[in-house]
């Protein structure tokens, strides 16, 4: 079975503090993928980065960075100098072959304070 | 219009109403989702079509009916619907392939309320 778990339900920080969210995963799979999306209050979610099993290395996007480590099942992901526009709810997912099926986290609402 | 599409925005109904609402993507994808999120819920999976088939139907309630007319629409059918049904409904799609490896581009939503 799959499973994602993201243990942080909400995380409050003031604007510039470096912040991660967590994101723990469980398959049975050796192939399979892990995504990161923002969906901010207007709804819609934002795709934000792909990972596939194979590839450990890390990403780093703008103030954006992606942890992958296989060895404790975790993708987090970190918001470097944070800005008010960051807040959003954040959920981390979790495919595997199955047409695309997505194991989706809770979410974690970020809130950011100016 | 671009990326995926969703109308209405919003939408109040009865209990004993009927409604629909539609999905269109413009991504060329061949695969669609409809997702239910509930206040303090995960994104709950409900059905999934890949090349216009049904796939996928997480034990969901006979009073929702999907309809797949094509790989650009798709519809999401209400009728007899109870308040707990309230919640904001997404729709996604996506390229379908063996890996599992292309993301999913998600609509706005439609925020349903069920008085």
């Known amino acids: 079975a799959q499973k994602v778990t993201q243990a942080q339900t909400e995380i409050s920080v003031v604007e510039k503090e470096d912040v991660t969210l967590d994101c723990v995963y469980e398959?049975?799979?050796?192939?399979?993928?892990l995504f990161w999306y923002k969906q901010p209050p207007s709804g819609e979610l934002v795709f934000l980065i792909r990972?596939?099993?194979?590839?450990?290395q890390n990403e780093i996007s703008g103030r954006y960075s992606w942890n992958f480590q296989k060895s404790t099942s975790s993708f987090n992901f970190t918001i470097t100098a944070s800005q008010v526009v960051d807040s959003a709810v954040y959920f981390c997912a979790l495919s595997v072959y199955n047409f695309n099926k997505f194991y989706f986290g809770s979410g974690t609402k970020l809130n950011v304070k100016p | 219009e671009t990326g995926v599409t969703q109308t209405p925005r919003h939408l109040v109904m009865g209990m004993t109403n009927k409604k629909s609402l539609k999905c269109e993507q413009h991504l060329g994808h061949n695969a669609m989702y409809w997702y239910k999120q509930s206040a303090k819920k995960p994104l709950e999976l409900m059905f999934v079509y890949s090349l216009e088939e049904r796939v996928e139907n997480n034990s969901v309630p006979s009073r929702f009916s999907p309809e797949c007319p094509n790989s650009s629409h798709l519809f999401l059918h209400l009728h007899t619907l109870q308040p707990e049904d309230s919640a904001l409904y997404l729709c996604a799609s996506s390229q379908t392939g063996t890996s599992g490896s292309n993301e999913q581009f998600f609509g706005p939503g439609t925020r349903l309320t069920v008085l």
């Open positions: 398959t049975r799979d050796t192939t399979y993928y």
């Open positions: 990972r596939n099993s194979f590839d450990e």
